[in-house]
Structure formats: structure tokens, C-alpha cells
């Protein structure tokens, strides 16, 4: 299973569950639902944040917050 920290700039993934129950609450109040469609937009220069496209709107995650979110 792939999480959203593994997927390169332009790549896009689906949203199936979350690793992190706490962040989990958070994630989903910022339009991060399960089945929601994801887009890597670009990485910072050293990697950390990335930022990503979700429920139309550009969202920054630290890699850390990230690797919570497994795709399909």
C-alpha cells in the first residue's frame, strides 16, 4: 500500500484510509475524505512540506502528516 508521501510531482492517488486517528480528524475537516482524489503538485527544495491538490483547493502537509494517508 502506498501512502501520499510516496507519490512524485504530477502523480495522483486516491485516498483510502488514514494511520493516524488524531490526524486523522484534522485531515478529514481540511477535505481529505476517503475516495477523494489527489494530486502531488511539488516538494519543497529539501522535500519537506509537499504540497498537494485535494476538494480543489492547494493543501501543504509535512512529510511526517503525509505517510498517514494511505492510497488505493
Given at each position: 500500500?502506498?501512502?501520499l508521501a510516496e507519490l512524485k510531482p504530477g502523480e495522483i492517488g486516491v485516498v483510502?484510509?488514514?494511520n493516524d486517528e488524531y490526524?486523522?480528524?484534522?485531515l478529514l475537516e481540511m477535505g481529505v475524505l476517503p475516495g477523494?482524489?489527489?494530486e502531488m503538485k511539488f516538494a519543497?527544495?529539501?522535500?519537506d512540506p509537499i504540497c498537494i491538490r485535494v476538494s480543489g483547493y492547494n493543501l501543504s502537509l509535512?512529510?511526517?502528516e503525509a505517510k498517514t494517508i494511505s492510497l488505493t
Open positions: 500500500m502506498r501512502s483510502k484510509s488514514f490526524l486523522s480528524l484534522k477523494t482524489e489527489v519543497a527544495p529539501f522535500g509535512r512529510l511526517d
